[in-house]
């Protein structure tokens, strides 16, 4: 058994264990959880037909812009721990998937100059439309992090690992709440996770729509995007 294995197995016990006690008090209903992935597959599939001839332009303005592939893969954690390749448009120099990843900040030199317009309108997210379709992300949820900052969290912050407690999402409660971008201190991810925490112990269908609906109005607001 490979080392990820090993890893993704401990993980998913280590959440298990953890989010026992709140599957008790806050289980979804079956039937919300099939009507939010119905909502998923949905709004995922008009939104890739509807925009396929802007996504295809933005692929083809980053290859101009700058040398390297149009799209970025990069291993995140989903749920209950188990590592998928999140998609995203390239909007860096670097394509960092590894024991450490640094984070973006304000004016990094290493993001490109049509990346940078891509991350202030979150337009570099629009590929993960394809990992709600597989089944490996929901259009609303926790944002997933780097497994790396994952595991630097999760020893710093307590019940980080409840985030896993639901698919990752696109956009989600923190980020309508302004919580976008980079986390230079434990306490900025602190309150980001307390967003996520209260998320997963609060979801439900029409929970999700309010989140969509405001996700357009927090975007054209530019809070904490760089």
Same mark, same amino acid.
């Given at each position: 058994?490979?080392? @990820? =294995?090993?890893?993704?197995?401990?993980?998913?016990?280590?959440? $298990?264990? @953890?989010?026992? +006690?709140?599957?008790r008090?806050?289980? +979804?209903?079956?039937?919300?959880?099939? &009507?939010?992935r119905?909502?998923?597959?949905?709004? &995922?599939?008009?939104?890739?037909?509807?925009?396929?001839?802007?996504?295809?332009?933005?692929?083809?303005l980053?290859?101009?812009?700058?040398?390297?592939?149009?799209?970025?893969? =990069?291993?995140?954690?989903?749920?209950?721990?188990?590592?998928?390749?999140?998609?995203?448009?390239?909007?860096?120099?670097v394509?960092?998937?590894?024991?450490?990843?640094?984070? &973006?900040?304000?004016?990094?030199?290493?993001?490109?100059?049509?990346?940078?317009?891509?991350?202030?309108?979150?337009?570099?997210?629009? +590929?993960?439309?394809?990992?709600?379709?597989?089944?490996?992300?929901s259009?609303?949820?926790?944002?997933?992090?780097? $497994?790396?900052?994952? @595991?630097?969290?999760? $020893?710093?912050?307590?019940?980080?690992?409840?985030? =896993?407690?639901?698919?990752?999402?696109?956009?989600? %409660?923190?980020?309508?709440?302004?919580?976008?971008?980079e986390? +230079?201190?434990?306490?900025?991810?602190?309150?980001?996770? @307390?967003?996520?925490? %209260?998320?997963?112990?609060?979801f439900?269908?029409?929970?999700?729509l =309010?989140?969509?609906?405001?996700?357009?109005?927090?975007?054209?607001?530019?809070?904490?995007?760089?």
């Open positions: 058994m490979g080392i @990820e =294995q090993r890893f993704a197995d401990t993980f998913t016990e280590a959440i $298990r264990l @953890e989010l026992e +006690p709140a599957r008090l806050h289980s +979804p209903a079956r039937l919300e959880l099939a &009507a939010k119905l909502l998923d597959i949905g709004l &995922a599939a008009v939104l890739l037909c509807m925009l396929a001839p802007a996504l295809l332009v933005t692929a083809i980053i290859r101009l812009d700058s040398a390297g592939p149009a799209l970025f893969r =990069q291993t995140r954690l989903g749920l209950r721990g188990k590592p998928f390749d999140i998609l995203k448009f390239r909007t860096m120099t394509l960092e998937n590894g024991d450490r990843i640094v984070q &973006a900040t304000a004016n990094d030199p290493r993001v490109t100059r049509i990346g940078r317009l891509l991350r202030k309108a979150s337009i570099d997210e629009l +590929p993960q439309l394809i990992n709600v379709l597989k089944g490996e992300m259009l609303v949820g926790p944002r997933p992090h780097a $497994r790396a900052h994952d @595991e630097h969290y999760a $020893r710093a912050i307590d019940n980080y690992r409840i985030r =896993q407690g639901v698919k990752p999402g696109i956009t989600g %409660w923190a980020q309508v709440q302004g919580f976008r971008g986390t +230079p201190t434990v306490e900025a991810m602190r309150q980001r996770v @307390e967003c996520d925490v %209260w998320y997963v112990d609060h439900s269908l029409s929970l999700d =309010q989140i969509l609906l405001r996700t357009p109005f927090e975007i054209f607001r530019h809070r904490n995007a760089h």
